[in-house]
């Protein structure tokens, strides 16, 4: 069978690589996303799964009984399926029961979490050798080995096989590395010696999966280490916030390396009565307004699903022109098939709207009429401004905010316990939003706000205010913060100590060895 279109009764091997989601293969992906049945450790690689369909059938076991009734069955080994594998009697099943079966190979620990590491596999020595300490007894044979040893499933043994290796005649001054969660923001490495591994180990913490590395080729870490270096590398952010509206910043902090965990402060809900939406969309249909101006996605949102509970479409908006307040809202309306005409060159805000927006000129504008569909608690600041430039202003609430139910028990005891590094405030009611169903951050955790009067309401509340954007943006904000991370960080290298995440300094802490 050709491997390019596997069919039904079909087997396909997947490796899902080192640890990190996003190692994946394209070929994995491709089979996940067809996949009638996936065999899988959800609680390691469950994240895979975004790579299913709707409907996909998630079983624990026994590829071949599901391939018998006709099904595509992918089964997600660990690492690489074919580098001491944990597939061969499974592989044998398939051949037995005359079914056919693909393996996709997957990026082996071996070389990704040494390059996650800043490990280079071989350097002047062009000999690169990978043993599972499983298996192997003979640790002399290895001790002359010239290049790079890594060795698999070895860390409840690694000062038993560094003192074999230095009985073979490896000296003890021999460069080591231990890894472990290689590859995802838990990865943490220990630097060693082959004879200071029992003394640098002993309260290091270090569990399975883990990778052990012996030679030279350690000594390229101090140059080449760029993961565990991120300025916010492994730090959990608590990013108070709608799902709607945190998903790029959620992107921008996992590229700082940090975890985010996005709590919903505020639900969106609509409006009570829906007639004064239901006015204002057919005065947008028959020629009411010049100008639609958007302050949310979530109001571009609550149109959309007026528009589609209508039968209409972006092509509703023609001979209109649209505002909005800032690219996140522009990014909705784009989505929405809808350029807006109108974006703030500076402040994104309703004040740098109002800077940029014309004054009604009755020789230009054949219509005065604004349309505002808006939060049912907006300020009056967008309609004072239109209002002085002359136009005339329909504020319509196209949906509520109310405060969100408490996020669940182990969240809350985090915020209040110290378990977050940081948290952000993109606006002074997700300040009083959070703290009113999940209470005030521990005073460990960094507090970053979007700008000066969420600032203002954070210390209301008694908060330290450590971070605040240069400008009143989400991106600005994230950005703020790795920046402080980044002075963290570079203080404590200089001070010749290990870098500690804030979360680490409150007391009960587990405390890593230098």
């Known amino acids: 069978m050709s491997s390019d279109s596997p069919a039904s009764g079909f087997v396909a091997f997947v490796g899902a690589g080192p640890g990190d989601p996003n190692l994946l293969t394209l070929r994995g992906a491709e089979l996940l996303g067809k996949a009638d049945v996936v065999v899988v450790d959800e609680e390691r690689f469950g ?93 002399a044979s290895h001790a002359g080995c010239p290049g790079t040893l890594v060795i698999y499933n070895g860390v409840a043994d690694a000062v038993p096989i560094g003192k074999a290796l230095i009985a073979g005649g490896r000296s003890d001054s021999t460069p080591v590395a231990v890894s472990s969660g290689g590859t995802t923001t838990e990865q943490y490495t220990v630097v060693s010696t082959l004879g200071r591994l ?37 730090w959990r952010v608590l990013v108070p916030r709608t799902k709607e509206q945190s998903k790029s910043l959620t992107e921008q902090l996992i590229s700082y390396g940090a ?66 307040v800032g690219d996140a809202t522009a990014r909705a309306l784009v989505e929405f098939g809808v350029k807006p005409d109108l974006l703030p060159s500076g402040e994104q805000s309703s004040e740098g709207l109002v800077d940029e927006w014309p004054p009604y000129d009755s020789m230009l504008d054949p219509i005065n009429r604004v349309l505002l569909p808006r939060a049912d608690i907006s300020t009056d600041t967008l309609v004072a401004g239109l209002t002085e430039l002359g136009w005339e202003c329909d504020d319509v609430t196209a949906y509520r905010t109310v405060r969100a139910a408490p996020p669940p028990a182990p969240i809350r005891e985090a915020i209040k316990g110290g378990g977050f590094d940081a948290v952000l405030f993109t606006s002074s009611s997700t300040v009083r939003n959070l703290v009113g169903i999940a209470g005030k951050p521990h005073n460990v955790t960094v507090i970053a706000v979007i700008g000066p009067q969420t600032a203002s309401t954070a210390e209301e509340f008694g908060l330290r205010v450590d971070v605040m954007a240069d400008k009143p943006s989400a991106s600005a904000l994230a950005a703020a913060l790795a920046e402080y991370g980044a002075k963290q960080r570079q203080a404590a290298v200089a001070a010749g100590d290990t870098p500690r995440r804030p979360s680490q300094n409150r007391r009960g802490a587990r405390r890593r060895a230098k």
């Open 47 to 139: 994240a895979l799964l975004r790579h299913c369909r709707t409907g996909v059938e998630v079983v624990p076991g026994d590829v071949v009984g599901h391939a018998k009734r006709g099904r595509l069955v992918v089964r997600v080994s660990e690492g690489d399926p074919m580098l001491f594998s944990s597939i061969t009697e499974e592989v044998a099943a398939c051949v037995a029961a005359e079914v056919d079966f693909e393996i996709v190979p997957g990026v082996p620990p071996a070389t990704a979490v040494l390059a996650y590491a800043g490990i280079p596999p071989a350097t002047s020595v062009p000999e690169f050798r990978v043993v599972d300490a499983a298996q192997s007894q003979d640790w």
């Open 198 to 234: 029992q003394a640098d180990l002993k309260h290091a913490g270090i569990t399975e999966p883990a990778l052990i590395v012996v030679g030279d080729a350690v000594g390229q870490r101090d140059k080449l280490s760029w993961f565990e270096t991120k300025p916010l590398f492994g």
């Open 259 to 324: 975890v985010p965990e996005e709590v919903p402060t505020i639900s969106v809900e609509p409006p009570r009565t829906p007639q004064q939406m239901d006015r204002a969309i057919k005065g947008l249909v028959t020629g009411r307004y010049e100008w639609v101006a958007f302050t949310s996605a979530n109001a571009v949102k609550a149109v959309r699903e007026k528009f589609e509970e209508y039968g209409l479409d972006a092509r509703a908006f023609a001979g209109l022109k649209v505002a909005a």
